[in-house]
């Protein structure tokens, strides 16, 4: 029998050439660069086990992202379970938003509502290492691994001190005297009847994160509700939304008070995230 190598492996596989060099790349442990260079490495039974097992999940439906336990964001690579959502490539623009609000604050303290792995959280104060940041989620298990995430991808010497993660749900636990010059999240903003719930990656992320289990905006409802006495005086807000929502994001933010209130898209075009000014 010829012997199994990465090359005939890739060929061989149903999945796309990205999530095969993926999977791959992690049980081997090496660079992508290293599947061309070593394409012809006979490999060990035991490692091309490993590999179909993970190809065979794939293939079922699980998430590539949890099956090498983690994902790329805004530069940094952050670790993954069935607890938390996957950080997606459109979030980012929460992110560059939220710094652009901070670009002339100094020391700012930012908000993260909801935080799951901390990306959002993590990818700000790695960006700021001035910022105060607090990042909340009412889940246990996503804020433990929002800990691991910010301890292994923040410096511990940051002027703006360590994550601040607190379990709560929504603005609960806050301490009330606290005000925030940016506050962002990215919350549960799918309808409970929506059929992608039951698709793709979705059907393997919890569902508590992806769906309000209501018509999609009552979470948005308590944040945009709640902030007013959360921000400092012209602190901004910025929420991530569905495709289809931007407009009614709007005018909630509008009928709370909210100044200047905008949607920007995501390089696909889609208006992704809304947010304001509170005037104070």
Known sequence: MDPVTPAALLRASPLPPLETRILLT????WRHTQLITRGDDALDSTVVERYRALEARRI??????????????????????????????????????????LENIARPRVLDLGT?????????????????????????????????????LLDTQRPGGALELQQSDWYGSLDTALRFNVIVSNPPYIAS????????????EPRGALTDEADGLSAIRKIIAGAPTRLAANGVLWIEHGYDQAEAVRALLSAQGFAQVRS????AGIERISGGEWPG
């Open 193 to 204: 009847g929506d059929p992608h719930l039951s698709e793709g990656d979705l059907r393997f």
């Open 26 to 29: 992690h049980v081997l442990g």
């Open 264 to 267: 920007e898209h995501d390089l």
């Open 60 to 101: 079922a439906g699980e998430p590539v992202a949890q099956l090498v336990g983690g994902r790329e964001f805004f530069g940094l690579d952050f670790e993954v379970t069935p607890d938390v959502l996957i950080p997606r490539p459109e979030t980012e623009l929460l992110v560059e938003t939220a710094l652009a609000a």
């Open 116 to 152: 799951g792995t901390g990306a959002i959280a993590v990818a700000i104060a790695s960006m700021r290492p001035d910022a105060q940041v607090w990042a909340l989620d009412r889940s246990a298990e996503a804020l433990a691994v929002a800990a691991r995430n910010a301890a292994r």
